[in-house]
């Protein structure tokens, strides 16, 4: 299969294949220094090709490499240097995603093709660095684009993202998915349930909210709140119940001048009584509070 770069560079008719053997004389330090040839394109394309494609070694990537070789090392010479180089910039984004996307459409990309990622002009190079055995993917690759998520995980309550035992990964698929906010399971709470199975029930008490969506009470990225909550209770809870007949307010009406505190208002508040917010499975649970 012979794959033409939509960028002019090797459109040119001149131009053609010279094989890796060529490019090893300048470019030593790829096959002693960089550990691609042990990467799985190194050792796919190099040694155990199935394909013409991936037959042409650095060529399958870096394109037709005749013209490079005429400019390349030349005294003096201060042009480009006719060869895809993948820097991502904004003028060849689109045929670094098409050259990636001709062999790499199924499975966890899938879904890249109109996802925000896609459509926001990052290239799969935005995330990915090929010429490396240990890793594929640029260390804390995420964290530097979406900076009010890395702020996030610095709050006081979070996930153990920062200590490095989960990962965005676990809860996103980095190239999208048929979900809002490309989680990497069909729902979102369907992407909690992997690690917090206890949560799914059944109950003989369930709590609507926390069955329709977690996020509702919890943000998933971290929270200066207990629990991960996205607010404190009581308020937490009064956001949907109105409650006249029992305690409901921090500063409760019963001290003279009504500014004492209700003792079962402090911290964890409603939580004190209603302690089974998640759902119960005890015969009279059904005010969540066993
Ligand atoms: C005659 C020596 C020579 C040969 C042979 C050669 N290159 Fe280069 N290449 C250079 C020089 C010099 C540069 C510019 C300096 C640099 O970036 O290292 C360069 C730059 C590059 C770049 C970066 C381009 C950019 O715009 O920054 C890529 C990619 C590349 N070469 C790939 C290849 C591939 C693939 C082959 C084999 C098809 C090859 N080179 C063969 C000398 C050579
Ligand atoms: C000629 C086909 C081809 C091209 C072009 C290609 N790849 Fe691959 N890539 C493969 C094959 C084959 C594998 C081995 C694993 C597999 O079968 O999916 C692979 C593996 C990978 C992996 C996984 C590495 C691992 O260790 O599992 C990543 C990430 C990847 N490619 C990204 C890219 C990116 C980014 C580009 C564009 C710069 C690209 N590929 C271009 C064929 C290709
Ligand atoms: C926003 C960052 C990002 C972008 C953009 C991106 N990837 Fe990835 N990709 C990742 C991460 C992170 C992983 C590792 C997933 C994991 O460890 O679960 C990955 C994994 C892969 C894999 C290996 C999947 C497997 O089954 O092991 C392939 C192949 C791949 N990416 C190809 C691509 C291609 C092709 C593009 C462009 C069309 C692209 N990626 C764009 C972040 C990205
Ligand atoms: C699977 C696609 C792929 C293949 C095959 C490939 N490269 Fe690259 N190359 C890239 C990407 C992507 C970059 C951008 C930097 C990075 O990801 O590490 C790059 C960067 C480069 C650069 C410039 C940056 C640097 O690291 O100096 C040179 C030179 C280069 N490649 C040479 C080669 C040579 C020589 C071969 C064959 C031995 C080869 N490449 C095979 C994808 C590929
Ligand atoms: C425990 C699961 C989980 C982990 C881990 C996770 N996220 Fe999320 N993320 C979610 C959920 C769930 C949503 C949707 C939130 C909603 O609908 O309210 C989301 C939404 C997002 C959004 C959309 C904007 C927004 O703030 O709602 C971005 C961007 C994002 N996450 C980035 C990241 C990054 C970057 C990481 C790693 C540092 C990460 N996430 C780790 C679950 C997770
Ligand atoms: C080069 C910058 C960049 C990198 C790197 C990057 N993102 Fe994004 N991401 C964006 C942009 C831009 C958007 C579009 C929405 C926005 O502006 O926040 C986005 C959106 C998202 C969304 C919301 C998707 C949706 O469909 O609602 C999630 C989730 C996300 N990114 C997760 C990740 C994860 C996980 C990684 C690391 C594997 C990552 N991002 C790396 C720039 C980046
Ligand atoms: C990959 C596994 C994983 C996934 C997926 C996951 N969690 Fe967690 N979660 C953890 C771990 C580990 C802890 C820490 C448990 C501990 O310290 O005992 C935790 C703790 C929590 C806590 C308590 C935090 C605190 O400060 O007390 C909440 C709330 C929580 N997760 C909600 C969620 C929600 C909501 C989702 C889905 C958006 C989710 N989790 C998805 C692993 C996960
Ligand atoms: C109605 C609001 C609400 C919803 C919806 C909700 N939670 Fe919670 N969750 C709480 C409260 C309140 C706490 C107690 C926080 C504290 O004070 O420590 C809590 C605590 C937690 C904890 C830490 C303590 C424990 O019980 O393990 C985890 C984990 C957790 N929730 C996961 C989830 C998951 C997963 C979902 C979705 C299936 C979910 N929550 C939905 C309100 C909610
Ligand atoms: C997003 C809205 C929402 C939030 C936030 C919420 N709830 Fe609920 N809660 C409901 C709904 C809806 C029901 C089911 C009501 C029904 O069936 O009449 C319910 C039922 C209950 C019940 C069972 C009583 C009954 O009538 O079945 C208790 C107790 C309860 N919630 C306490 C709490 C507490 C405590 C909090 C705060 C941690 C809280 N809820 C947060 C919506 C919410
Ligand atoms: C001192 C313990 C206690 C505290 C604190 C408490 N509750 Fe209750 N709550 C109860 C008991 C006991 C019931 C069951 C009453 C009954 O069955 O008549 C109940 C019932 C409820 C019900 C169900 C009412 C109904 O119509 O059946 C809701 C909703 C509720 N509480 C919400 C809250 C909220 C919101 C807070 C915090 C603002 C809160 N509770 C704080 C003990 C408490």
Redo the contacts with the bound molecule.
Sequence with gaps: MLFVLSSSVNAEPDNHDVGDKECYLCHKYIKKNTGFLQSSHGVLFSNTPRNKWEARGCEACHGEGARHLDVAGVDGYSGPQLIQSFKPESDNIESINELCSGCHQGGDTLHWSGSLHQMSDLACTSCHTLHSKQREVKPKV??NC?T???AK?QRSSH?P?REGV???M???NAHGSST??A?SKPS?NE??YQCHAEKRGPFIWGHAPVQENC?TCHD??GSSHNGMLKMRPPYLCQSCHQTVFHPSEVRGGSGLSGTSISKFMGGKSCVNCHSKIHGSSHPSGAALQR
């Design positions: 995420c964290e979406h009010e998520i890395r995980l996930m993202m989960i990962s965005c676990d809860c996103h809002d906010a989680l979102l992407t909690c996020a998933p990225h």
